[in-house]
């Protein structure tokens, strides 16, 4: 797991610390710098895995720019030439120093530092003298360590991190995910497949994924059963694109001869109630992801619910997956139990200059007696998070 990440001069981040636990959320106003967080951490995967280009970006849900667009430029402030991030756990660190020349942009990100750390030691150590500099050092060194290596697990954790940004088009099956993988497209592929897994291990392993089975669909209350096919494609208009493998939705409040839709009819709550409990349970899921505005299309009280099944589907089934999202809906916070260290929340703000500030919320005594809600708190601007009009 990540202990913590530090981010310099990227987009409107100058200088950040931030200290995770298991699930972390983060709330702000729009344009704050919540994505931003997720994208260096996306690039910092890139540098982990030995490349940072436009192609390896992508393919973790950063969006590509020009080198321009991803340093810092406030006015009066002396602009870095280059971006610095940083990631540690209890064993191991990892950071780089990544530069792109903004009047000449090449298609890889140049490496002008690099470092691996393995229990305090450097196993890995990059200067600005160092050639080959489109290419990561640590990546190349990591073929050699033993499997069991911490600062080996730290970058494989590292690597595998994307940003999953769901899209109704894509959940619904009319439009192709442009990044799929396993078990979940970063912007909704493979619905149905990972669905299906999600029912096999359900029945394999009933007494663990039977449970959470079932309270996925309980999260979605008009349906009776979800099911998956390859052969109804006459539940579709031949004007719509198809699929390999249907979901199926039976409504229990239909007739029995038309309760069946599939996704393209369905409502888009329950599809996106699906994608995220895919990544919170399949085994192949990323160990450490985040996902972007999670809470959207979702009402208040959906919102707050599967965000509480989110933290308990994590626990529960002892994955270590370390979970980071975005909300923006203050119903989504009533599912956090910030009394549980491992789950925290961070406001995200600007200050008075444009910087972006992290600040975790922690509950005083006070709050907690009066056992206020934390939509309520966020509405009324006691935690902070939301922008001053």
Known sequence: MINSFTIRAFKSITDLTVELGQVNVFIGANGSGKSNI???LGVLSAAASGVVDAESLMRRGVRPGVPALYKTSFRKERVSPHIFIEAKNKDAEYSVSLNNIIKKPQPSWLYKTEH???KGETVVSRGTKTKNKERGLAALKAVEFESDNPALKLLSLLSGYSIFTPSTKVLRGIQPDSQTRSPVGLNGGRLAEAVRDIQILSKVSEENYG?????VIELIDWVSRVSIS?????????SIPRQKNLLLFEDRFMKTSRNTLTAFDASEGALYVLYMAALAILPDAPEFLALDNMDQTLNP???RNLVNKLCKW???LNTGRQLLFTV???SALDGLDLTDNRIRLFSVNRNNRGFTSVTRVVLSEEILEENWPLSRL???GMIQGVPSI
């Open 116 to 118: 691996l750390k393995n």
């Open 301 to 303: 009280r959906l919102a």
């Open 38 to 40: 997720l994208e260096a």
């Open 378 to 380: 966020w509405v009324n």
């Open 314 to 316: 994590t626990f529960d």
């Open 230 to 238: 390859d052969e109804d494609k006459q539940l579709l208009s031949t």
């Open 211 to 215: 449970t959470v089975y079932s309270e």
């Open 328 to 330: 923006h809906n203050p």
